[in-house]
Nanobody
Framework: QVQLVESGGGLVQAGGSLRLSCAAS????????IGWFRQAPGKERDFLSA????????LYANSLKGRFQISRDNAKDTVYLQINSLKPEDTAVYYC?????????????????WGQGTQVTVSS
């Protein structure tokens, strides 16, 4: 089992940037694919981005239009999600999740472990 802890959320003005971190422990991090999702109040959990264990595969939701960038540092057991040009509609709880697989990384059901989430609030 892997434990995941998200950090880096907060209150930011529209147009600003944030870098979210997902730190892992309890399992060999370099064997895990990591995904980022978000959930706004009253809405479903949406896929944002995912990165394979090697970093060779990076996926993004079409709606992000290049504002999000995912990366990983296996030496630090951490995956990052850089979010630029933040909009009020980006307000949500952001979650990272881990899986040993590399297929269908946009599907929440394919992930085995989830973090507690970090709140991102964007003011207009």
């Amino acid at each position: 089992q892997v434990q995941l802890v998200e950090s880096g959320g907060g209150l930011v003005q529209a147009g600003g940037s944030l870098r979210l971190s997902c730190a892992a422990s309890g399992r060999t991090f370099s064997s895990l694919s990591i995904g980022w999702f978000r959930q706004a109040p009253g809405k479903e959990r949406d896929f944002l981005s995912a990165i394979s264990w090697s970093g060779g595969v990076r996926l993004y939701a079409n709606s992000l239009k290049g504002r999000f960038q995912i990366s990983r540092d296996n030496a630090k057991d951490t995956v990052y999600l850089q979010i630029n040009s933040l909009k009020p509609e980006d307000t949500a709880v952001y979650y990272c999740a881990a899986t040993l697989g590399v297929r269908d990384l946009a599907l929440p059901a394919n992930y085995d472990s989830w973090g507690q989430g970090t709140q991102v609030t964007v003011s207009s």
